[in-house]
């Protein structure tokens, strides 16, 4: 996104969001776009909407552009704000500050979910492809014996050649996860209850069960939202299900799977798991899942970070860019859609 044009109406606008995020966020260039679409203050950053000190500015507000570690925007903090008209999130969910009090005033939301979606995507495939060729076990084993090792013997049967991925969610991130596995040779498996057969094919996986699709895959990716029926959705016996030697990644949300079971079965050797999130998150530091081989841990860093970060910041200027030239969102949030998302 480069495209973002000025127009004769800049809406008023307040950063809202932790100074260190807006530093993150924005290089140079970006931050000018910024300026050329909105009439903002730079270097005004609003973490707290009851502050006195940002009071004149959110009065006159008609857009936010918030980021993380914005506040709720409940009743309240709306009060502060009755010329506001949108609110444009430049980093993925919005369910941590956009409360039924923005739907109730018709307020209008977009977000950068979209541009986030890619790392996680891009981070997730790279762990499916490492996982299928062995590479835990392998580096395991030639940091332990330091001597020649047959890669025969150390890989076995693995590889990505037609092994099977099973893909649990068809959410932004999990279709790009399907659309980046599609030059490999590999076998898709999809879950997901608002997918049916042709989508899924369209997709390039086949549309299965999840007790199929843990029974049948070799890694088992999660892209599901955590909801309460999502909750713990890889227990104990659907994490039996899974083949000796099979791979989970999740990379989003802890609470969809059981950390106890999982635990039981790692320290088993009989899976193994990639993690950048857990329940809790971060896991107590006696937690054996930190030293075990047959698990990778990472701390969150699946989504935008570093350089990645621009790409969101200007998928939401672009899209405050839509607003203020009367467009459409490209990627509008909905309280419908809201409900079942991330």
């Known amino acids: 996104m480069t495209h973002a044009a000025p127009s004769p109406h800049r809406p008023r606008t307040v950063f809202a969001m932790a100074p260190a995020v807006r530093d993150a966020l924005f290089d140079d260039e970006t931050l000018a776009l910024l300026t050329r679409v909105a009439d903002i203050d730079p270097d005004l950053v609003v973490s707290d909407f009851h502050d006195p000190a940002a009071a004149p500015a959110l009065s006159r507000a008609e857009a936010l552009f918030t980021g993380w570690e914005c506040p709720p925007l409940d009743a309240a903090a709306l009060a502060l ?29 977009a977000s950068a979910a979209a541009a986030n979606a890619v790392p996680v995507a891009e981070y997730t495939v790279a762990m499916i492809l490492l996982a299928g ?22 890989v076995g049967r693995r590889g990505n050649y037609r092994s099977t991925v099973g893909v649990v969610g068809a959410s932004r991130i999990g279709r790009r996860v399907m ?8 076998r898709v498996l999809l879950y997901d209850p608002y997918v049916d057969e042709q989508e899924a094919a369209a997709l390039g996986a086949r ?3 999840l007790d199929e699709l843990a029974r049948s895959s070799q890694v088992v990716t999660v892209h599901a939202p955590q909801l309460p029926e999502t909750h713990h959705l890889f227990d104990r016996d659907r994490l039996r ?25 790692l320290l088993s050797g009989r899976l193994s798991a990639v993690l950048d999130v857990t329940e809790p998150e971060v896991l107590p530091a006696d937690s054996p899942l930190y030293a075990l081989p047959n698990v990778l841990l990472t701390p969150h860093i699946a989504g935008s970070l570093g350089n990645e970060l621009t790409r969101m910041a200007r998928a ?4 405050l860019a839509r607003y203020a030239n009367g467009l459409p969102f490209l990627d509008p949030v909905c309280p419908e859609a809201l409900a079942r998302s991330a």
């Open 179 to 186: 659309e980046l596995l599609r030059p490999y040779d590999l």
């Open 207 to 209: 549309s299965t069960s």
């Open 133 to 154: 060729k062995g590479v835990l076990p392998a580096a395991t084993a030639y940091r332990t014996r330091r001597t020649w090792l047959s890669p025969i013997e150390t």
């Open 241 to 265: 299900l899974m083949p000796d030697g099979a791979t989970l990644v999740n990379t989003a949300r802890g609470a969809l799977v059981d950390t106890a079971a999982l635990t039981a079965e």
């Open 316 to 319: 939401a200027v672009e899209e």
């Open 81 to 109: 704000m009755p010329r506001l008209r949108t609110v444009v999130h430049a980093a993925g969910s919005v369910k941590h500050h956009v409360t039924d009090a923005c739907w109730e005033r018709g307020i209008t939301v």
